[in-house]
Structures are given as structure tokens and as C-alpha cells.
């Protein structure tokens, strides 16, 4: 087979002539029904659920009070996202979101790779929203009296990881009772779960109840419809609005001092956090065949719902930074943690119930998206034609359902949160990539029939030039040492935590003594909390990197540099070359600049993420493509065009 055929492509007459024959199959047609209004309506009932309820605590703790303005840009750069794809459901209205466009747009290869891809959206996505609402459900058995042991309400990872953590901080000195909440659960789930051998039994069993009853609920053909998706979206809502009002009250501006505490790189730390949180706007795009106008609805029904849910973020991360410290906030339930804290437990109590049923939902809507992908796969010959498998009696993919269960069942046992939203956020964001860049390569075929609906067409041959100008005066004017430093690959100091953590019995004694003597008052003695006793110089730099240099331990713990702190930076290098290579694409090409921008602002939230998601992905990938070229490429249906 010629290497050309990687890369046939569907034409949207194929597609929609497959639509039709699926019909005349005895798959049943989607009725069209949906307005602009239940598109908003819906799109709000995908976001607002794990983000909002969960994920926006690591984020506000990362970033402080100045999360805000990350939650400004994530919102901007998925509307853009949005555009692109509206002007595919528009162009291509049948379901297969991503997947399909991608087959329109590059070709078989890399619909393959988008399809596979889309996997960490929805079911890797489905792991986290499983984790965030075993975190509220327990919360809320707790407060009516009833408390499970913390080995079935914890993930095998984050338990031994804070027991390890846990272990090092009290071997430094601190006391149990200081430890965070997280590591304190941590700690008692390893040290009370039962041993087979050396192995500990610590797995997220309400995790696993809940996604074997939704997998339940689907597989006997229980679909969200439009009066659910609505009631729904009015309670989260009213919840969340309540939560708003309530909270202002108990806002103490003093929580809002330092703005931004950890900087520019506090808050892009929290990008994956955040950008989880707007996950599910491209959901959307799966109903254009049950929209009554799709080329004027969808655009509306997903800038919208974006436009709603961003300023819900912004109030609700201002209210949760300003009744507490940002550090306290990363926890799995932030919003009842909160009010908990301020001893308003009625409050906490109607926002553990709310969480516990407007994530259930999210989990629905997402846990059917799956099936109907691989369904889309399976009819094009990608994947085994059981996946297409339509129940006799439920009208289901019965099998594509069955199988998404134990996809996303096994891993939520094991897995923890910041794992999954990492691995969740690089493959949504990779198939917004590939939508933006596929209307890009489209725009000036005219071969392609078009919708009614098309991305405004703003030339970026000129504009874009001046927006990398401003961008390096910003980044050599306003934030130069950073900029440098990132060039330069200078030498970076551990967090004290890290430093403490990595530390054995006797590093731990040296230090201490050592801290004890650079105290000019001795306040130290009798202070074995080694956290403690540097926590007190991070306010200045200066002085933080002079306590630092002198600690009698070796420098590789005190400090990351070389490969090793250059490794997390291949991400961003990569995104600048890439960025030099658009920029040369615009200008030749005279690209369309809402889908060029919507392409570098996700390329962009890709590159801060962790080189180890990077490579997490990678190996995704790579297994993807041993199935594609193992079975996928010889029984795809455009097969016999190649041969």
C-alpha cells in the first residue's frame, strides 16, 4: 500500500451518504429538536461539574486570587476553539466530533490518532470526575454520620505518595496534627488498609460504584434529554449562585494580599486544573444532528455557555480565595471544604448533595460521548465492527459501553486526580489543536461544500508579526529574568518541601543543626519542624537562596539544573519552534487569525504541561498506532481506494 494511503481522506458526501445508510441498517435517526437556548443549556451542564466542584481548589491553590486571569485566557482560547468547531459541525453536522472533522481535513492517519486521542477526554475524563465525586460523596456520608475507612476512599497512588511524603515531613519533625488534611488521609489509608504480602489494599471503591452504575444506566439506553439537561443545569446554577452570595459575606480581602503569591508560573501551573474546568463545551458539537439549525445554533450555544461559565469561575475563585488562604484550597471538594471551615456546615451539606448529582450527570453525558466515538470508529472500519453493535432491545452500543465501564472503572481504583486532569487536559487540548489546524487547511479549498455557519475571516499576515513583537517586549520587558533564565537553563532551587521530602534520618539532623545556628535569637531550638523553620525566609528570595546554599547536603537536592531541568522545558521549545513555523504559514498562506489564535493558545496550554504528560501522551500515541497499523490500516473501509 502506498504511504499516500495514511492518508485518505472522507469527503462530506461519503460521510453523509454513510449517515443515510446507517439509517436504512436500522440505525435509528436523531431527532431534531435542540435550539440555541438548549445548546447553552447543555453545554453549561457538561462544564459545571468537576471544575467548578473540585479541580478549581488545585488551581486557586497554585495560583492564588490571580487565577482569575488564567480562567480569562483558557475562556479565550476555547472560544476560539469554539469557532473551529462550529464551522466543521456546520461544514460536517453528523456526530464524531473531532474524529470526523480530522478524516475531513488531514486524513485517515491522523482521524486515527484524534479518535485514539479522544479517548482522554471522555474516558480519562470520566476517572476524574469519578475521583472529584467520590471525594463529595464520602464527604456527604461523613457529615450525616457515617465515615468509611479511608482505604476505600482513596486511590493506591495518592495513598502511597502521601504516606512516603508524610513519612519524610515527620522524620524532619512535624507533627502529625500539622500535616495537611491530604496527607493525613494519605497516611491513614496506607497505614490501616489490608497487606497481601507486601502489597496494600487501597482503592476508590465509591469511584467504582458510581461509574458501574452510570455504565448500568447507559447500557439499558438511559440518555440525557433535553427537559434533564435543563432542570439539571437550573439546580447547579441555583447552587452555585447561593455558594456566590453566602460566601461574599466571609470575604476577607487580607486572603487576597498577595494577589499573585507564587507569580506568573503560580498561576500557569494551574492550567490543566483550569482548562479541565471548561471541558466539555466541544461536547456540544457530538449533538449537530439533533439540532434543528446547527450552522447558527451551535456557535451560539457554545460561546455562550462559555461566556456564562466564565464568569461563574471568576466569582467563585474570588469568594474561595477570599474566605481562605489559597493554600488551604487543595483539597477534592474546595467549596464545601470551605464553608466547612468557617463552620457553616449546612452550607457545605447542600453543596455536597448538589456536587454529588451535577457530577453524576457530567459523568452521563460524558460516559455515552465514548461509546458513540468508537461507534463512529468501528463504522469506518477503524475498530472491531462489535464496537458498532447496536443492542437488539436497548437500541445501545452495548459492547462500545461495556468496555468504556472497565476503561474507566479500573483506572479510577488507582489513579490519582492530578494524573488524570494532566492526561485529561493534553488530549482535549490535542484535539483542539487539530480542529483549529484543520480549518486552516481548509479554508481556501473549494472543493468542500460549506454550512451556513464560517469563522469570520480576519487576515493574519500582518497582525500576527505584531503579536509575537509585543510578546517578546513583554517577555524581555516586563518579565526579562524569567525569560532569561529559561534561555540560559539557570540553576532553579527546590521548594522547601521538596528539599525536606528527599531528605534521610541524618541530612535531616544536619539541617536542622544548621538552621539552628544561622538563627541569630535561636528561635529554632526546641523546633524540630524543619518546614517550619524555612517556611519563615520564603518571603525573600535573596535570603531563601543564601539559607539554601549553605545547608550542608548535597547540591543535586537543593537544586534542579542541567538535563534534568532542562527536560521540563522541551514542552515550551517545542511550542516556540512550532510557533516560528505558523508564523511563516500565515504569512504565505494569509491564514484566518480566530483559528490561528485558537491553535497557539492551545498549543500553548499544552507546553505547560509536565515533559512526564508529554511523555505519558506519547506513549499513547504509540500504542494507538501499533493497533492502527496492526489491524486499523488494512480493514479501514477506504481500504480498497489505496489497493
Same mark, same amino acid.
Given at each position: ?21 446507517? &439509517? ?28 467548578? %466542584? ?23 482560547? +476555547? ?8 464551522e466543521f459541525a456546520s461544514m460536517v ?10 478524516? @475531513? ?23 476524574? @470526575? ?17 465515615? =468509611? ?14 504516606? &512516603?511524603? #508524610? ?9 502529625? #496534627? ?48 433535553? &427537559? ?48 479541565? #474546568? ?50 488551604? $484550597? ?82 479510577? $481504583? %488507582?489513579?490519582?486526580?492530578? =494524573?488524570?486532569?494532566?492526561? +485529561?487536559?493534553?488530549g482535549t487540548l490535542f484535539a483542539f ?6 480549518? =486552516? ?19 493574519? !499576515? ?32 527546590? &521548594? ?13 539532623? !544536619? ?20 518546614e517550619l523553620l524555612l517556611s519563615k ?61 485558537? $491553535? ?28 492502527? %497499523? ?14
Amino acid at each position: 500500500m502506498a504511504l499516500n494511503g495514511l492518508f485518505r481522506k472522507k469527503t462530506v458526501q461519503d460521510i453523509l451518504k454513510q449517515v443515510e445508510k446507517n &439509517n436504512a441498517d436500522g440505525h435509528d435517526a436523531l431527532g431534531k429538536h435542540l435550539t440555541a437556548r438548549d445548546l447553552t443549556a447543555f453545554g453549561i451542564a457538561a462544564i459545571v461539574g468537576a471544575g467548578i %466542584f473540585s479541580t478549581i481548589g488545585k488551581a486557586s491553590a497554585d495560583g492564588g486570587p490571580a487565577v482569575i486571569f488564567l480562567f480569562l485566557f483558557t475562556a479565550i482560547a +476555547c472560544s476560539f476553539a469554539a469557532f473551529a468547531y462550529a464551522e466543521f459541525a456546520s461544514m460536517v453536522p453528523v456526530s464524531g466530533s473531532a474524529y470526523t472533522y480530522s478524516y @475531513v481535513a488531514f486524513g485517515e492517519i491522523i482521524a486515527w490518532i484524534i479518535g485514539w486521542a479522544l479517548i482522554m477526554e471522555y474516558s480519562v475524563g470520566n476517572i476524574t @470526575v469519578a475521583i472529584s465525586w467520590s471525594d463529595y460523596f464520602t464527604g456527604l456520608l461523613k457529615s450525616g454520620g457515617l465515615e =468509611l475507612p479511608q482505604w476505600v476512599q482513596m486511590d493506591y497512588l495518592s495513598a502511597s505518595n502521601g504516606f &512516603n511524603d #508524610a513519612t519524610a515531613l515527620m522524620q524532619s519533625g512535624k507533627q502529625f #496534627a500539622n500535616l495537611s488534611p491530604a496527607l493525613q488521609d494519605a497516611y491513614t489509608a496506607w497505614t490501616t488498609s489490608p497487606v497481601i504480602g507486601s502489597f496494600h489494599f487501597v482503592a476508590d471503591l465509591p469511584a467504582l460504584l458510581i461509574i458501574v452504575l452510570i455504565t448500568a444506566l447507559i447500557y439499558r439506553g438511559m440518555k440525557e434529554s433535553r &427537559n434533564a439537561s435543563n432542570i439539571m443545569v437550573v439546580v447547579k446554577l441555583c447552587v452555585v449562585l447561593l455558594v456566590i452570595a453566602v460566601g461574599i459575606f466571609y470575604v476577607d480581602t487580607a486572603n487576597w494580599d498577595p494577589f499573585a503569591p507564587n507569580g506568573v508560573t503560580g498561576v500557569l501551573k494551574g492550567v490543566s486544573a483550569v482548562f479541565f #474546568a471548561y471541558i466539555g463545551f466541544d461536547a456540544i458539537s457530538t449533538t449537530a444532528e439533533e439540532c434543528k439549525d446547527p450552522q447558527r445554533d451551535l456557535p451560539r450555544g457554545m460561546m455562550w455557555a462559555i461566556i456564562i461559565c466564565t464568569i461563574l469561575y471568576i466569582s467563585i475563585a474570588l469568594v474561595l480565595t477570599g474566605m481562605v488562604n489559597f493554600s488551604l $484550597l487543595n483539597v477534592g471538594d474546595p467549596l464545601a471544604f470551605v464553608f466547612e471551615k468557617l463552620d457553616l456546615k449546612w452550607m457545605s451539606g447542600i453543596i455536597a448533595v448538589s456536587a454529588v448529582v451535577a457530577m453524576a450527570s457530567v459523568l452521563l453525558v460524558f460516559q455515552m460521548g465514548q461509546p458513540r466515538i468508537w461507534m463512529s470508529m468501528s463504522r469506518d472500519g477503524l475498530l472491531p465492527k462489535r464496537f458498532s453493535k447496536v443492542h437488539p432491545k436497548y437500541k445501545t452500543p452495548s459492547y462500545a459501553t461495556i468496555v468504556t465501564g472497565f476503561v474507566v472503572a479500573v483506572p479510577a $481504583l %488507582f489513579l490519582n486526580l492530578t =494524573l488524570v486532569t494532566d492526561l +485529561c487536559s493534553i488530549g482535549t487540548l490535542f484535539a483542539f489543536v487539530l480542529v483549529c489546524a484543520g480549518v =486552516l487547511v481548509l479554508q481556501n479549498r473549494t472543493d468542500i461544500p460549506r454550512g451556513k455557519f464560517k469563522t469570520p475571516y480576519v487576515n493574519s !499576515k500582518f497582525i500576527m508579526p505584531v503579536l509575537i513583537v509585543i510578546g517578546l517586549v513583554f517577555a524581555f520587558g516586563f518579565n526579562k529574568k524569567a525569560t532569561m533564565d529559561f534561555i540560559t537553563n539557570e540553576t532553579q532551587i527546590n &521548594n522547601s518541601e521538596a528539599i525536606i521530602t528527599s531528605l534521610n534520618k541524618e541530612e535531616t539532623n !544536619k539541617v536542622y543543626d544548621y538552621l539552628v545556628s544561622i538563627d541569630p535569637k535561636n528561635k529554632t531550638v526546641g523546633t524540630p519542624d524543619l518546614e517550619l523553620l524555612l517556611s519563615k525566609y520564603h518571603k525573600d528570595d535573596a535570603t531563601y537562596s543564601s539559607v539554601i546554599a549553605g545547608m550542608p547536603i548535597a547540591d543535586s537536592v537543593k537544586y534542579e539544573s542541567g538535563f534534568g531541568l532542562f527536560k521540563h522545558k522541551i514542552p515550551m521549545w517545542i511550542f516556540l519552534i512550532v510557533l516560528v513555523g505558523l508564523l511563516v504559514w500565515s504569512f504565505k498562506s494569509n491564514l484566518s487569525l480566530i483559528p490561528l489564535l485558537g $491553535l497557539i493558545c492551545c498549543l500553548y496550554m499544552m507546553a505547560e504541561l509536565s515533559v512526564w504528560n508529554w511523555i505519558y501522551f506519547g506513549i499513547w500515541l504509540l500504542l494507538g498506532l501499533i493497533i492502527y %497499523f496492526s489491524f486499523s490500516r488494512k480493514n479501514s473501509k477506504l481500504n480498497h481506494i489505496t489497493e
